[in-house]
């Protein structure tokens, strides 16, 4: 009967990675309660389980009554709450510090065992908000819950991705493809490899241990889209965007960008050397060529049409 099953409750569940963390846990039984700050949104993993096996609840994490209605009685809490530009100032601290800090403070005093999803480049002396905001996260959740496992999983690619779906959108209607700092480093990891990951740190190999998540290629920005655009056989011109000129643009609002993520861009986001990965919970990293074929052809001149790529 479900109501004999394990509980875990996953907050960020209709996010990119909670999809396949959802997925996961529902396959192997589990009775997932999927916290969300929109429910509307969390209705495509309900049949991901059987009826009543996946439940959307409204809880934001930093809303300590409803984040520990969502927590009560959960055998396992997995906190993948986060955003990568503000709407109004302070929400970074809202979701990534203070948000974190009360979802661990909560599994702790439920016995609930915790994984907590940061992000790599996590660092308190950064001049980004959203990275000093993830360490704050970080300092919270060992604060408050010190058997936590907390992941940092570099960007992350998969059919549903912002990155190189992003690009490959616009290489379909643009000339021109601007990069900023094209030459910095990324380590993209799959996105069901960091699922597999956070389903494995809920064990023994997690318990408080940081584990810094990349694939098995490290390569910079300005290869990784020239990878994706050998695969849709565009040749836009790419353009290396003087920074300054890129503040600009980020100053103009709904421009898609935004200087904290310029920032960002400034340094590499690449595993640290000796720091435990994918391999040291199990999973073995998978390539890009592997993957991005799979959904990157619809791109294609000879693929589909254009309305049904920007209709999806």
Known sequence: MLSERKIATVFGASG??????????????????AAVRDTESAKILRPMGAV?????????VWEKALAAR???GADFVINLAGILSESRKGDFGRT????????????????ARLVHVSALGADAASASAYARSKAEG???VRS?????????????????????NRFAKMAVVSPVLPLVHGATKFQPVYVADVADAVLAALGPAGAGGLFELGGPEQKSFKSLIEQMLAIIERQ???WDMPEGL?????????????????TLLAKDNIVSPGMPGLEALGVVPTRLDLVLPEYLTRYRVSGRSHDDIFNE
């Open 96 to 111: 990534h510090a203070e948000g974190a800090g009360c979802v661990a403070g909560l599994a702790r005093a439920a016995e």
């Open 246 to 262: 890129a503040r600009l643009v980020a100053a103009i609002p709904f421009s898609g960008l935004t200087g904290d993520q310029i």
């Open 236 to 238: 836009p011109c790419l």
């Open 16 to 33: 990119f990675l909670g999809r396949y963390v959802t997925q996961r846990l529902a396959a192997r039984g589990y009775i997932v309660r």
């Open 144 to 164: 408050a819950c010190p058997e936590a496992a907390i992941l940092r999983p570099s960007i992350m690619f998969g059919p549903e991705d912002q990155f190189f």
């Open 70 to 72: 969502a927590i009560e």
């Open 52 to 60: 009543g096996q996946v439940v959307p609840l409204y809880a934001p």
């Open 138 to 140: 970080e300092r919270a």
